[in-house]
């Protein structure tokens, strides 16, 4: 039977391997897009910006497709998202 912290490792190991693979988490959305707060991010229709949810109950996590993100930005053009262009927005879309 494996200990806690083994488990707890596998699942840290998990999530790593999934952010690995493309996936942006709402925190990686808001310092990309500039914007003041995860609730902007959470804000967002999932019309708009679509995202799926890993983990049951209180643990769930959203994660959003790198794919999903850039027809988000390109969508939203005065979101200039890039972090190469110097400037962002400051609220949601």
């Given at each position: 039977?494996?200990?806690?912290?083994?488990?707890?490792?596998?699942?840290?190991?998990?999530?790593?391997?999934?952010?690995?693979?493309?996936w942006?988490?709402?925190?990686?959305?808001?310092d990309?897009?500039?914007?003041?707060?995860?609730?902007?991010?959470?804000?967002?229709?999932?019309?708009?910006?679509?995202?799926?949810?890993?983990?049951?109950?209180?643990?769930?996590?959203?994660?959003?497709?790198?794919?999903?993100?850039?027809?988000?930005?390109?969508?939203?053009p005065?979101?200039?998202s890039?972090?190469?262009?110097?400037?962002?927005?400051?609220?949601?879309?």
């Amino acid at each position: 039977m494996a200990t806690l912290a083994e488990i707890r490792s596998r699942a840290k190991q998990h999530e790593e391997a999934i952010l690995s693979l493309g996936w942006f988490t709402p925190a990686e959305l808001k310092d990309r897009w500039r914007f003041k707060s995860l609730s902007s991010i959470y804000a967002i229709p999932i019309e708009q910006l679509r995202y799926k949810e890993f983990g049951t109950g209180a643990k769930k996590r959203r994660r959003y497709r790198e794919d999903w993100v850039i027809a988000y930005e390109e969508a939203t053009p005065d979101l200039n998202s890039h972090p190469a262009s110097g400037s962002g927005s400051e609220t949601a879309a």
